[in-house]
């Protein structure tokens, strides 16, 4: 690879991982609701997760779309039903002020398992592999993986840190609850680009 290629890898990781999206906004809201200690397993399975999937994306699964196209509509709606499912459980989830055992943050294999169903995720993957790793070779795709790893943990980080310093402004149950909301109904905005696609 290419010392030009590999800057626009790097670059293109930075971009993808730094805007919002759905493991983006559910970290925020899981930094303001549980704190960065707490989220650390999420954080590790998305960053994680992703770099799996990217890298069995690159040797071959790609391939499984190509065949079977049927297969890419399943996954999309797949994606649509569990962001629904995930935006309703971050409008209702209960404050931690006023309850020590009302909700959790995602698990290292919950976070890693919704890489799968994660629309940005997906064109991410498929886009870092076609985009930057054309010969698909398993040493390309490796550098391929590892970049994106080294710039998605300390990006998708950075949201769990501004959701945990939001916490002082979220400290009434009401306007946490406001929060919750607004995360869920970007959560379900995320899914736009998704729907009409």
């Keep these: ?27 925020m809201a899981s930094g303001a609701n549980f704190g960065f200690r707490r989220t650390v397993p999420h954080i590790l399975g998305v960053a994680l997760g992703f770099v799996f999937m990217l890298s069995l994306v690159g040797v071959g699964l790609v391939r499984v779309f190509d065949a079977y196209p049927v297969s890419y509509t399943v996954l999309k709606g797949a994606n649509v039903l569990y962001l629904m499912h995930l935006a309703f459980k971050i409008a209702t989830s209960a404050p931690m002020l ?3 055992h009302g909700g959790r943050p995602l698990t290292f294999l919950q976070a890693a398992l919704f890489q799968w169903v994660n629309p940005k995720g ?3 993957a498929l886009t870092a592999v076609t985009g930057y790793a ?4 398993p040493a390309v795709i490796a550098i391929v993986a590892l970049v994106f790893g080294a710039i998605n943990l300390p990006s998708v980080s950075s949201w769990t840190l501004m959701g945990q310093r939001i916490q002082g402004v979220l400290s009434s149950p009401r306007r946490l ?8 109904a970007l959560l379900i905005g995320s899914l736009y680009p998704v729907l009409m696609d």
């Excluded at 054309?134 to 070779?137: A, E, I, L, N, T």
């Design 1 to 27: 690879m290419t010392y030009e290629l590999l800057t626009a890898l790097a670059a293109f990781a930075l971009v993808s991982s730094i805007t919002p999206g759905p493991n983006n906004l559910m970290l």
């Design 98 to 100: 006023t309850t020590n």
């Design 122 to 124: 997906w064109a991410m």
């Design 134 to 137: 054309p010969s698909q070779s």
């Design 177 to 184: 609850r406001a929060f919750n909301f607004t995360m869920a």
